[in-house]
């Protein structure tokens, strides 16, 4: 199957962050076989199977969610203003206990559909609840995913290890399915939810297994304040006094309450950090510190967390909210740059996820792209589109969206995923736990 895509604005995102101004991209199969500027020659018109004129709309490649709780969509506007201990104990656990595996399904649907929809092609989710038919729906449905059975240790030993038992064996079981999009992770839920020698247990199996860790850290200035009253020091200290730093290429979600020597030090062991800042401003846990970590040299993406306290998956939205609040913050127009900007939703993403790809469009790179409506009054003039995308794109923008050569999305409609049976299924399993949890 050979698709031409021909006069197109292509932004590839690649390392020289080029723009070809009128171009065409030849998509055989999975892959980009060619990204050219100008006129496709009439031999390639003649072979290709499908032409498309791509005139008044970018493309440009994906981007990549690296933090979430996808099945917690379901949990959108349950409750607004709690901070994070009172809002999971009050709130979210009591909630979960309720959760059914239709329920569980219905939130992670309505994620996908929602991500899709505004540009995502690629996202981790951490969580406990019936991973494996999350990971059949997204072979299914045709996105990237970094999957991890998230564990919490604040019981016994067997409880423990038999946690740790079927979240190894799960991520054995995925680990490079569906063409290899789906890449899986062992993820302690948090230090103040995981003893340390539960963690270094997870560190053992995770070396052994040769894959990543993901773990929330430092979320919130009580959480650090607390532990460090148990443990006479910052959580990340402890993980370093372990040893545990260095062994596995780690992945922290928000590392709001971290100091100098702390970003040094995850520069030094080459520690991810998914920024999320909405959820961050909405629990009132802070602001990381993103241009100190970038400045450190540190690889930055950007992650919507949980819908319940976001309360979208739209990571436009999400970047714009990383950008501003630096700047205004720190008082300097300049903290950060739109290639920063740009490459944390792209490829620092696709790095985050172990994806294998670079998160750029270039020729031999699998064929991952989306498409925006170039036309809309809020994109003009077209000059400047690098600052367009940080500073004035929606998720509605984009019409198209596509993965390893496979359309997700076209004209805005999603070809893999009932957008109404979606919508209403969520509707109905809402208000069933509402009923039983109230
Ligand atoms: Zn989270």
Redesign the pocket.
Known sequence: MITLIKNARIITLDESFRIIWNGYIVVEDMTFTRVEEGEPDQQLIDVADRIRDARGEWLMPGLYNT?G?AAMTLMRGYEDNLPLDRWLKEKIWPFEGQLTREAVAAGRALAMSEMISSGTIGFLE?YHLYMDDFAEEIERVGMRAALTRSVIGLCSREEQDAKLEESASFATRWSGAAYNRIQTMLAPHAPYTCPIDYIERIVDKAEELGLPVHM?LAETKKEVDDYQKIHKMHPLDHLDERGLLTRVPWLF?HGVHLEKHHLKRMSETHARVSHNPMSNLKLGSGMAPLTAMLDQGISVSIGC??VSANNTLDLWEELRIAVLLQKGLLQKADALSVEQALRMITSEGASALQTGHSGMIKAGEEADFIMIDATSPHLQPEQHIHSHLVYAAKGSDVTDVYVQGKALMENRELLTLDKERTRFEANKEFADILSRVN
């Open positions: 933090h709780h951490m929330h979600a967390d949980g």
